[in-house]
């Protein structure tokens, strides 16, 4: 166990984030003092004359073996800006510190957000040109030249798609209701019980919710850019159910200037074809089939009950009914699985060819059954999946798509990232808008959160709704009280 000690200052929770890209969490604490009997590292902020330091060095059995200064000056007087300076210098010699002693430069050098894009439109608002953006991104944040591109590329692409018009928002509609729960996954997913079915109930609740949001909207003065229907798996709902959702969309909200609706109907073993037909028939052309893997032993250890066959099947069905956009999610990282297994995926999409593909990093979540039994499962290791990472780039690139929108999340396998790709015109704007955090989302049913977004202060404000299925189903009122405080109360920018 290393010890860190921190000394004239208190950011705790970022050196805590970056010291988590090279060690596990049960292999550092931090401490009040270095002791002899094994390796400690202290980072340190000083100040001499009008001079700052930042220093990090590490000792091990009581002495210095390493250490790694930087001095810097402090030009603009705003605390904000000085603060975010002073952490970044002090995560800086801490990275180059850790980079030598382990010997591995990891690739998204200090950052360990979840949002790195940010970082570009922040640079971008200040007026910097792309070549001194990269420079910053390389001297500044230590990253490699690989995801300095990514970052440029997907910016490139992103601001051409974002509707950042105040009258706009965007909806998102949860249906939390899935077959079985798969192995890695913590979101919001009940299972469809045969003695107590509450998919009816639930859908009369969003129906209510959608008609009251409706009424926000038009007192709002807002349009609807574009719509996510996501979940869960939607697609767990029956044919009338969906039907009746759908109805109910067209009947109460304002259509006219929606860019783009997507129905996540996820997993191949709740789509049939009545369902396709009903989601072509209201006239929505962007679809999910998540295949996770094309590997059958991969499917049945991580618990979804179809094969590779059932995902090629569905998704010849929903070419033929004739969706303009299917959208296919995997995984990288998954149980057993490792190089070949990967390549042998992105073949078969190959074969495939759909227009957008996400391709996640498995993350080992907190409430999930993996994290609970992790010591039963072989997982990659965090070389293996930067190799995967690039394979999926190469056979992304092969199909003609680019990737359009990133993000990380915590606990991921090698500190990597989420990437999806798209042909030119089959982009996925909803993922664009709720990354990059521009837009108001407005979200219906069981768990969801909307996220108002107020432009003159560039803040974001979350309205969660419950997440229990019984508690949203009995108290839908008070969800769209919360909305309506929110939204109206405030006069909603
Ligand atoms: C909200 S889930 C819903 C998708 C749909 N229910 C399905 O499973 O096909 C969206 C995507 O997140 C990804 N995902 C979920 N849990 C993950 C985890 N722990 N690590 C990495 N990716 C994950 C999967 O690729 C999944 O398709
Ligand atoms: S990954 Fe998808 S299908 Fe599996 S439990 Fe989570 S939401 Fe449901």
Not at 279 to 293: A, C, D, V
Request: with cysteine; net charge neutral.
């Amino acid at each position: 166990m290393i010890h860190v000690k921190l000394e004239g200052h208190d950011y705790e929770y970022e050196i805590g984030e970056l010291i988590k890209v090279f060690y596990n969490v049960d292999e550092f604490q931090f401490a009040d003092e270095i002791t002899n009997d094994r390796v400690g590292i202290i980072n340190k902020l000083y100040y001499e004359n009008e001079k700052k330091f930042s220093i990090s060095s590490l000792y091990d059995k009581g002495k210095i073996i390493m250490e790694i200064k930087e001095e810097f000056n402090i030009e603009d007087r705003n605390p904000l800006k000085e603060r975010k300076l002073v952490k970044q210098k002090l995560k800086l010699t801490l990275f180059e510190l850790l980079a030598q002693y382990r010997k591995r430069r990891p690739k998204w050098g200090i950052l360990t957000g979840i949002r790195p894009t940010k970082i570009v439109y922040e640079l971008m608002n200040e007026g910097f040109t792309e070549e001194e953006i990269k420079n910053i991104l390389k001297v500044q944040y230590r990253l490699n030249e690989e995801k300095i591109q990514l970052l440029i590329n997907i910016v490139n692409i992103e601001k051409n798609l974002m509707n950042n018009k105040e009258d706009y928002v965007s909806i998102y509609i949860g249906i939390p209701f899935c077959p079985t729960k798969c192995l890695y996954c913590s979101f919001p997913s009940n299972s469809i019980c045969k003695k107590n079915d509450k998919r009816e109930a639930y859908i009369e609740s969003l129906v209510y919710e959608i008609k009251e949001v409706s009424i926000i909207l038009r007192e709002g003065n807002k349009k609807i850019d574009t719509i996510y229907i996501g979940g869960g798996t939607p697609t767990s709902l029956t044919n009338d159910q969906l039907d009746k959702l759908f109805v109910t969309i067209k009947e109460e909200l304002d259509l006219s200037e929606v860019r783009e609706f997507t129905v996540e109907a996820g997993r191949p073993d709740t789509i049939t074809i009545e369902k396709l037909e009903t989601i072509k028939k209201h006239g929505i052309e962007r679809i999910s089939i998540n295949p996770q893997t094309m590997n059958d032993p991969t499917l049945k250890l991580i618990k979804r009950d179809h094969t590779v066959e059932d995902i090629k099947s569905t998704y010849k069905l929903a070419k033929q009914i004739g969706f303009k956009t299917i959208n296919m999610d995997l995984i990288i990282g998954l149980p057993n699985e490792g190089i070949d297994e990967f390549e042998n995926t992105m073949k078969e999409m190959i074969k495939l060819d759909p227009e957008n593909i996400t391709v996640h990093t498995l993350a080992i979540k907190k409430s999930s059954i993996l994290k609970a039994n992790k010591e039963k499962y072989k997982l990659c290791h965090e070389n293996s999946a930067e190799k995967m990472i690039e394979l999926a780039n190469k056979y992304c690139k092969k199909m003609g798509m680019s990737p359009y929108y990133m993000y990380r999340q915590k606990y991921m396998v090698g500190n990597l990232e989420n990437i999806g790709y798209g042909k030119v015109n089959h982009e996925c704007i909803y993922n664009i808008e709720i990354i990059e955090e521009k837009q108001t989302i407005i979200a219906l049913g069981a768990g969801a959160v909307s996220k108002i977004y107020y432009p003159e202060e560039n803040r974001l404000e979350r309205v969660p709704n419950v997440t229990s299925l019984d508690h949203y189903i009995n108290r839908t009122k008070e969800m769209v009280e919360r909305k309506k405080k929110e939204l109206l109360g405030k006069n909603m920018k």
